[in-house]
């Protein structure tokens, strides 16, 4: 039986939230920004997305220009406070940066990646549902638990410079939080199509940010580390030689936001995330992805294929401290930053300690097969632990969950996402047999 404050209460919520009406509005705006983008700036004015008819909707919304802000003195900042198991953002750091002034705008690319949802919908939270522009190549779909479905959506290939320029001017953007990429595993089998995505799309928006004075948060990860880097309490600044085509594109991204900020001041702000664990959003094709995969194949056939050795240490962590983390230090005031990329580590552990994990808590039978791949040689040359005590200081950084606390999570949030399913499946199915027996 699973608290009345767990994950998948929450999820399912959000899941449900899809079927509304106001889903409707999503699609048509869709449906107009792919067909024809900008085309006319009245079929994409900012003040077409209704601020009323959402759960977040500001009676107080005022209109500056052609863009309708949300006043500040009516969106209650959430207070980040501890809520385990939690997908939508609340963590342990005070913070209130804008209790004077509007919320900022802003944009999220990549928005329907593993994490690109679990923002948007913190954000949304936070700042307004029309305050946070989400964005990407591809169509948002009823499986996805996006909190706000009646929210700002736009089609925003971040190779298309004067399409991004568009969608900043036209919101009048303030911050621009970067998530397209190709990760590991998927830019391991494509470099050509990662290098482009991950360096010129990283480039676009960089550029944009220096142009129209963005703040820009772009996700570095462990993967910029290479096989010379030390493996244990890996510091911020150490030998960064990745021989990855994901892990170069994302050193390429450290050091040209850093020049941007020295050479024109843009604020770039950027954290090294180890493996994220989430349970409702699917990972993009990475090579941590076996700690989210183990979790739906243990509840499926109590066995897993593991395509890492047993003993292949890993930073990870769990979703909600990585978008907490990330909340904060969007937020945190420049002058406490004393450097712009950051390690940010929560736990290590490795495949073995998963399958241990899950046979003392949960399936005492459950079978682990070791069938190493590819993907074997980039966790190798990764780091095992990250220090990242710099985040801690500069901007308040603490992570929540442990492994104990994300095998728990992971495994009640899975199970509850598989007994759902089952029991739509159950209810269509006795459905059919209904109708099958009255004819
Ligand atoms: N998930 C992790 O474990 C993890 C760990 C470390 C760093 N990161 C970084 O965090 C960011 C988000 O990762 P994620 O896990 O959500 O990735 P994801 O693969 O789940 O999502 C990436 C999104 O980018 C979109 N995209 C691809 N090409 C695009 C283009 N040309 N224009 C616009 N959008 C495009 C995809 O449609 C997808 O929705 C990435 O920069 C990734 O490198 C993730
Ligand atoms: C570590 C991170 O960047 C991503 N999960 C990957 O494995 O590619």
Known sequence: MLARNSPFVLSRRAVARLTVPSRRFLSTKLAQTTATPFASTTRLSPTAIPTTGSSNANPAASTIGSVTRTAAAATPLLPLSSTAGQQRASST??????????????????????????LVNTLRDRYGVANVIASDVRKPTADLPIAHPEGPFVYADVLNYPLLERIIVDFQIDWVVHYSALLSAVAEKNPAQALSVNITGFQNVLELARVHKLRIFCPSTIGAFGPDTPKQNTPDLTIMKPNTIYGITKVHCEL?????????????????????????????????????????????????????????????MYITDCINGTVQLLEAPSTSLTQRVYNMGADSFCPADLATAIREQFSPDFQMNYI??????????????????????DWGWRPEFQTTDMVKVMWNGVAQQLAAANSRT????????GVAASA
């Open 372 to 393: 190493p791949d590819t993907r074997q040689a980039i966790a190798d040359s990764w780091p095992a632990s990250l220090d990242d005590s710099r985040a801690r200081t």
């Open 426 to 433: 159950s209810k269509v199915k006795s459905k059919v047999e």
């Open 93 to 118: 750091a005070a913070m209130a940066p804008f209790a004077s002034q509007r919320p900022p705008r802003v944009l999220v690319t990549g928005s329907l990646g593993q994490l690109g949802i679990a």
């Open 256 to 316: 040209l936001g850093e020049y941007y900020n020295e050479k024109f001041g843009v604020d770039f702000r950027s954290v090294r995330y180890p493996g994220i664990l989430s349970y409702d959003t699917m990972p993009g094709g990475g090579t941590t992805d076996y700690a989210i995969d183990i979790f739906h194949q243990a509840l499926r056939t109590n066995s897993y294929n593991c395509f890492l050795k047993p003993d292949t240490y890993l930073p990870m």
